[in-house]
Each structure stands twice: as structure tokens, then as C-alpha cells.
């Protein structure tokens, strides 16, 4: 997903979607989500996010274009690792989030209320969890998720990374990961 080129080249008229999942689990692979959004509109294809590990107060991939964010719950915003809850945050009202509303009306695709619950205590100590992850990260000044060519190369796509307690803009990583 990195390597924008054979992205392109694997675009087809039947492509639809563009999955992507951005720092990526385990590697923390970042793909530049501006330029996977421009490809997929030239194609007329949707682009989805999985933005599990940046959560929404790091990155906000709707604004960079994207069409649906997908969150494992599970993890950051939950907290706890206590719930199995997944959730699909749609930019606009269309046939997909219709299909999806309907397999989860239809279906029963729901958390269970207890689940529901531990979520949103869960989310009550986020804030405080990303407050102490930010302080991990500022420990460490030079990091940055891996580049595609994290050797050789510094990393220089811009992550829409929003700072809590700043109105950073967007910036651009300046340091490869050691
Ligand atoms: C980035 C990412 N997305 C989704 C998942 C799946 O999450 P869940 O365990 O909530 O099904 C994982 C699990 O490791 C993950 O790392």
C-alpha cells in the first residue's frame, strides 16, 4: 500500500474499494492517505481506513478524503481489551452504510449491551490513556512509524496527527525509526 506505483497498477475497472489500515498492525506501515484517495477517485472507487492504531484524536482520515474509518474498539478506545466491538464510520449516507445498517438490523451484527457498556467506561479514561501515550512518544522525539524504506529513507508522509492540547496542522514525520 506504500508503494504507490503498484498500487495504480493494480487498479482495474472492477475495483471498487481500497482497504487500507494506516499505521499498520504489526509493522506500523504509514500509507500517505491523500495520495491512496487520489488513485481511488480517479478510478471512482471508495477508500476505507482502518485507524485502529492512531484512534480518532490522532488521525482524522475523513478529512483526508477517505469514505468510511473502521476502528477494532477493542483496543485504544475501549482500553481494556475486555470487549470484541468493531465500528464503521461512514463520510456520507450511501448504499453501503445502507447494506451494513441493514445487516446490523437485519442480522443482529451488534456488541451485546454488557459490551456497550464496558466500551463506554471504557472511553472515559481515553483521554487520559493518550495523554500518557503522547508522553511515551515526546520521550522519544526522533520516532516515527516505519517508512517504506525505513533504512535507507526518512519517513515523509504527512500524517494528519493531531496533538491533544495543540492545533498542530498537519505535519510531516522529519525522523526514520532507528
Ligand atoms: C489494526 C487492527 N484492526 C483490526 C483488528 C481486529 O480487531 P478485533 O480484535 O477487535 O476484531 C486488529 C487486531 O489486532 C488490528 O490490529
Not at 485504544?76 to 438490523?105: M, N
Not at 454488557?114 to 500518557?132: D, K
Request: aromatic share 6%; net charge positive; glycine share 6%.
Amino acid at each position: 500500500m506504500q508503494d504507490l506505483a503498484t498500487l495504480e497498477r493494480a487498479i482495474t475497472p472492477a475495483t471498487r474499494l481500497i482497504w487500507t489500515e494506516t499505521p499498520s498492525n504489526p509493522l506500523l506501515n504509514v500509507t500517505d492517505l491523500r495520495a491512496v484517495v487520489g488513485l481511488a477517485k480517479k478510478a471512482g472507487a471508495m477508500v476505507a481506513c482502518d485507524n485502529t492504531w492512531a484512534t480518532p484524536l490522532f488521525q482524522l482520515p475523513l478529512q483526508l478524503g477517505v469514505d468510511v474509518v473502521m476502528h477494532s474498539v477493542t483496543k485504544y478506545l475501549s482500553g481494556h481489551s475486555d470487549v470484541t466491538v468493531g465500528a464503521l464510520i461512514f463520510k456520507d449516507k450511501g448504499p453501503w452504510l445502507e447494506k451494513i445498517g441493514g445487516i446490523q438490523r437485519e442480522g443482529g451484527a451488534v456488541p451485546s449491551p454488557f459490551e456497550c457498556w464496558l466500551t463506554l467506561r471504557g472511553l472515559q479514561t481515553f483521554l487520559t490513556a493518550s495523554a500518557r501515550m503522547r508522553k511515551t512518544r515526546n520521550a522519544s522525539p526522533n520516532f516515527c512509524p516505519r517508512s517504506q524504506n525505513r533504512r535507507s529513507k526518512p519517513c515523509t508522509i504527512p500524517v494528519c496527527l493531531r496533538i491533544p492540547d495543540t492545533s498542530s496542522p498537519p505535519r510531516k514525520c522529519r525522523a526514520s525509526a532507528a
